[in-house]
């Protein structure tokens, strides 16, 4: 979608503003209606919304390991968030994040899980590069089924996220299954699988590969003709077929390349919080990170302030459910609000150009 | 694997008379959803419509079944679940439709609303995980459910497995058989030259739209109120993209959407019961759970395979339309 670039640059123009802040102003205005929206929904169970507010906050912000918490909690998100960012510039609705994510943490938990005594950074690259594949190639089924048969991607993902939870939750109670174990999970992965922290804090190097991908992905998608190709099958499908682009490849790569970054997510998220295999390993990122590519406008800057503002939202609800006892799928629903609302705070700027 | 046990008559009866009882939710969705699309509109927020219908009709009920209105609950809840439903598509229209967003991201933005919104609501109003509702009693229908077989199958439901099948006939016949359904149809395939007729295009597409999720709550609300009497977080476990699948396989048609809920509710009967049959008969445990739980989506993912192209889809389907536009 490039509403974020055509809504901007005429706004602007016309009230001579910086881009830049017109196209951070609809976020910025969604936030705020959400958060108010999610303050009524507080309000209804006769909790103090501010409270509730206020405790997030400290929850998600309040000193160094609260910061720590958010920060890790944003890279699950900033990766699906970033790969979802190029799928979706080509139009391609990708929303079996979920089910790669798993999908990566499979693969590579296996090698955690069977290769612990191989030399740590080969071990490493290993254990991060099947999580990647393994993300891609639960995509590329999407991709096969949508180039070859013309199926929609959004069912096919869709469906292929249960199989995927289904078939962890078989691996991790079955083959995988810690021996001698009684419950539906692996052993725990060797200390060797740990991914190596930042200067004694539990920043690990998931979150710098993250980080790095911003700048990465920017380039990819307006800096090298793989970029432009996506972006024009996404602006005008028909045209850039006409140009000599091929759609089918531009999907496939679409596909691929946000499939194998669920994936790492996986397998980072899995290495570094979880450290075995087991049925319940993602707070729903798969779907936390289409909100995030969406409410980021399909652009890594936006998407890397996205991530951590979703994050302080599932971390501060998290501490706002053990102080109020207040539901922390609070999160969720906020989350998806403000989507909303940035969605028709968008909308109705273009309408109000076009009138 | 023990076969006796499967092929024989009381099996297979009782297979195909679940399997009926279980594709009404996802048949309601489908109607209601067929309906939204023959008017242009893509609503792929049907997951989050049952969610939230079927919350709103689960919570309904609790409340209201030790009351004076308690021999009424069930159905009020019912009433409930389609009236949240609504709620969720007027927020869908007013995006898409009013405001022209695109329908796909609002689609599945609606989506995580309606789960997130679900799960709030009963982990706030629910401490214990236990509450159950009374459901509503099998309405044998005199005569036609002592035929042999088929008056099991067929004639020995409650009342919301009737009403459903009704709604089939009743639906195609609004859809293809009325002044009004002849509007939605003109509107989904050509806006602007049903603009030009004198159609109300935004407001057809509108009330398309709002009988769309009005089924799909009804439906989320028939799953958590009469069928399985409780709720719990991710109930709807996939119903509403299956019907999103369901009314492509079906060609945006009443009839074939019938058949294609029921291979749906056999599909999803078939898992219950060797999942039941494997916990008795210890040689069947041999396929794992995880697999037949598997099977609806697998299915899902098999039938549209034969049933791509979609030439048959409304022409407008998915695009705004923008009256200034010409």
Known sequence: ????????????????????????????????????????????TGADPLQAYATMVRGAFGGPRQITDTILKASPLLLVGLGLTAAFRARVWNIGGEGQYYMGALCGGIVALYCANWPRPLLLVTMLGAGVAGGMAWALVAAVLKVRRGMSEIISTLMLNYIAILFMQYMARGPLQEPG?????????????????????????????????????????????????????????????????????????????????????????????????????????????????????????????????????????????????????????????????????DALARRRLNA | MNWSLILNWAFVVALVTAGIRLAIPVLLAVLGETVTERAGVLNLGLEGVMAVGGVTGFLVAYLLQSGPLAAWSSWIGLLAGMAAGMLLGLILAVLSISLQADQVICGVTLVVFGQGLANYVYRQAFSSLTARVPGLPALPIPLLSRIPVLGEILFDHDATVYITFALVYLVW???????????????????????????????????????????????????????????????????????????????WQPKLALVGAL????????????????????????????????LPYVLTLVVLLYRTGHSEAPAALGRAYDKSAD
């Not at chain 1, 710098?208 to 970029?227: M, N």
Request: some cysteine; proline content about 3%.
């Open chain 1, 1 to 44: 979608m490039s509403e974020g670039d055509t809504v901007a640059r005429p706004v602007a123009k016309r009230l001579a503003l910086p881009s830049w802040l017109v196209a951070g102003g609809a976020p910025v205005a969604g936030a705020l209606v959400g958060l108010a929206i999610g303050a009524l929904l507080i309000r209804l």
């Open chain 1, 181 to 345: 174990g009684y419950l539906p999970e692996s052993a725990q992965f060797a200390a060797s699988t740990r991914l190596p922290t930042l200067l004694g804090t539990r920043v690990h190097l998931g979150v710098l590969i993250a980080v790095l991908l911003v700048p990465l992905v920017y380039a990819l998608l307006w800096s090298t003709p793989l970029g432009f190709r996506l972006r024009a099958v996404g602006s005008r499908e028909s045209v850039a077929r006409y140009a000599g682009i091929s759609v089918e490849w531009a999907i496939v790569f679409a596909l691929a390349f946000s499939g194998g970054l669920s994936g790492l997510a996986g397998i980072v998220e899995v290495s570094t919080l979880h450290t075995r295999l087991k049925a319940a390993i993602s707070g729903g990122y798969g779907f936390s990170g289409i909100l995030v590519a969406l409410l980021g406008r399909m652009h890594p800057v936006g998407v890397a302030i996205a991530s951590v503002f979703f994050a302080a939202l599932i971390i501060g609800a998290q501490s706002m459910h053990v102080v109020s006892g207040l539901p922390d799928a609070l999160a969720n629903a906020v989350q998806a609000l403000i989507v909303l609302c940035v969605l028709a705070a």
């Open chain 2, 173 to 251: 016949l609004f859809l293809f058989r009325t002044h009004w359904g002849l509007s939605i149809r003109a509107v989904g395939e050509n806006p602007a030259a049903a603009e030009t007729s004198g159609l109300n295009v935004s407001a057809i597409r509108y009330a398309a739209t709002l009988i769309g999720t009005a089924l799909a709550g009804l439906g989320g609300a028939v799953l958590t109120t009469i069928q399985l009497r409780m709720f719990r977080e991710g109930i709807t476990g996939g119903r509403g993209w299956i019907a999103v699948a369901l009314v492509i396989f079906a060609r």
């Open chain 2, 263 to 294: 291979l749906f509710g056999l599909a999803d009967s078939i898992q219950y019961r060797i999942q039941a049959l494997s916990q008795v008969e210890r040689g069947m445990g041999t396929i794992p759970y995880e697999f037949l739980l598997m």
